[in-house]
């Protein structure tokens, strides 16, 4: 089955610690991106990737930092600089494909939460 | 300036009602698409309907229909006959095709509750 997927589902995070989520498409997408959700609020965007081996701040890029080592993975980490990484993180990605042009397809998501 | 808003934080409905879920966007792209997704209890969110701004004509997909409106930068989405398995946070999104890249812009999203 083509998708996205995010692991871990649940991760718990010390103050100080950093951590690394996971995000892998088999969708042949170019670009992927990273999201984070707060309760009650829409989307903001972390990061994004046009290209392997490039990639480019959003909007709330500080105390985050990614790699894009391959097409089909994205990893997001949350270093210890980020003051409140307590959130719902989604991963997306998107391509140019005929029949999806300018499409996000969104994985399950990771819910962090720092102790 | 880009932005969406969706002025209905949180709808309750009784199963098989019908419910609409406002959405209005602006841009000065000439150019743009937008979207619906749906965000359910799982979290994920699963994409709905994608729409560039040159195609008004409305949209139905079963119980699923959708309202474009350049002259009022709408685009409504209409449940008709209403499930429970409908409940879920829906969110319209934004995405001018002026930038270099697929920059979306979401709305806060609006909570669906149906109830049985």
């Known amino acids: 089955d083509g998708g996205i997927t995010q692991s871990p589902k649940y991760l718990f995070r010390k103050e100080g610690q950093n951590v690394t989520l996971s995000c892998e498409q088999n969708?042949?997408?170019?670009?992927m991106y990273w999201y984070r959700q707060d309760p009650g609020q829409g989307l903001r965007l972390i990061y994004y990737?046009?290209?392997?081996?490039?990639?480019q701040k959003g909007d709330i890029a500080e105390g985050y930092s990614v790699s894009r080592e391959k097409k089909e993975s994205f990893p997001l980490t949350v270093t210890s600089a980020q003051k409140n990484p307590t959130a719902f993180y989604l991963c997306?990605?998107?391509?140019?494909?005929?029949?999806?042009?300018?499409?996000?397809?969104f994985g399950p998501g990771t819910r962090l939460t720092v102790l | 300036a880009q932005k969406v808003t969706q002025a209905q934080t949180e709808i309750s409905v009784v199963e098989k009602e019908d419910v609409t879920l406002d959405c209005v966007y602006e841009t000065r792209d000439t150019t743009y698409y937008l979207f619906w997704y749906k965000q359910p209890p799982s979290g994920e969110l699963v994409f709905l309907i994608r729409r560039n701004s040159f195609d008004e004509q409305n949209e139905i997909s079963g119980r699923y229909s959708w309202n474009f409106q350049k002259s009022t930068s709408s685009f409504n989405f209409t449940i008709t006959a209403s499930q429970v398995v409908d409940s879920a946070v829906y969110f319209c999104a934004l995405s001018p095709a002026a930038y270099n890249f697929n920059k979306f812009y979401f709305g806060s999203g609006t909570k669906l509750n149906v109830k049985p």
């Open positions: 969708l042949n997408h170019d670009a």
């Open positions: 990737s046009q290209i392997v081996n490039d990639f």
């Open positions: 997306a990605s998107g391509g140019f494909d005929s029949t999806s042009t300018d499409t996000q397809y």
